[in-house]
């Protein structure tokens, strides 16, 4: 089992910066890769990105290629979202997860944390 909790969310204006902390525990041994979801209101949740926790492979939607950019710290087991250049339309609750090696599916979730864009 792992627990995951995210912070770093905010209100920011188009065109800033945030990072977005998912800091994990439990059996971190247990997982192959952490992802990035958001869901702004009214709408179905969003994959944004995802990557390995051993090895490199990443992988983002392509509304958030160039902007975003996801890297883990195994040694604190975090794994972190930095959003540049954000619009609007990034408006959301950002969740982690983690999925576990033996499964395909994205199964432990955090919380979720609000990032606000003002135009």
């Known amino acids: 089992q792992v627990q995951l909790v995210e912070s770093g969310g905010g209100l920011v204006q188009a065109g800033g910066s945030l990072r977005l902390s998912c800091a994990a525990s439990g059996h971190m041994f247990s997982i192959s890769a952490v992802g990035w979801f958001r869901q702004a209101p009214g709408k179905e949740r969003e994959f944004v990105g995802q990557?390995?926790?051993?090895?490199?492979?990443?992988y983002y939607v392509d509304s958030v290629k160039d902007r975003f950019t996801i890297s883990r710290d195994r040694t604190k087991n975090t794994v972190y979202l930095q959003m540049n250049s954000l619009k609007p339309e990034d408006t959301a609750v950002y969740y982690c997860?983690?999925?576990?090696?033996?499964?395909?599916?994205?199964?432990?979730w955090g919380q979720g944390t609000q990032v606000t864009v003002s135009s």
């Open positions: 997860a983690a999925r576990p090696a033996s499964g395909t599916d994205f199964s432990s």
């Open positions: 990557i390995s926790w051993i090895g490199s492979n990443i």
